[in-house]
């Protein structure tokens, strides 16, 4: 199934890009999406990458997750449909 993933604020700088387009099996959950992403990407972008978003083999709960515009709380892994768009974000804090 094709998902896209769209990456926001300090994720977007860090990947080199906005959006990404992945092929993942039938049946794919979020971690299984995310870890092909990240082996997509160029080797000087998934390892940073990689320490921003996952933490011991599952997603950061510090990342903002939405799919199809529904938020996804920090400890589900939902199985995803095809046409899927996973858009991720990291907090931004100012001050």
Known sequence: MKLTLEWMSQLRDVAGSAQQIIECGD????TEALERALEELPGDCSGPLRTLVMSNGRRHPAILVAIDGVHISPD??????DGATILLSSPIAGG
């Open 76 to 81: 589900a892994d939902p199985p995803l449909t």
């Open 27 to 30: 049946g794919s959950h979020l």
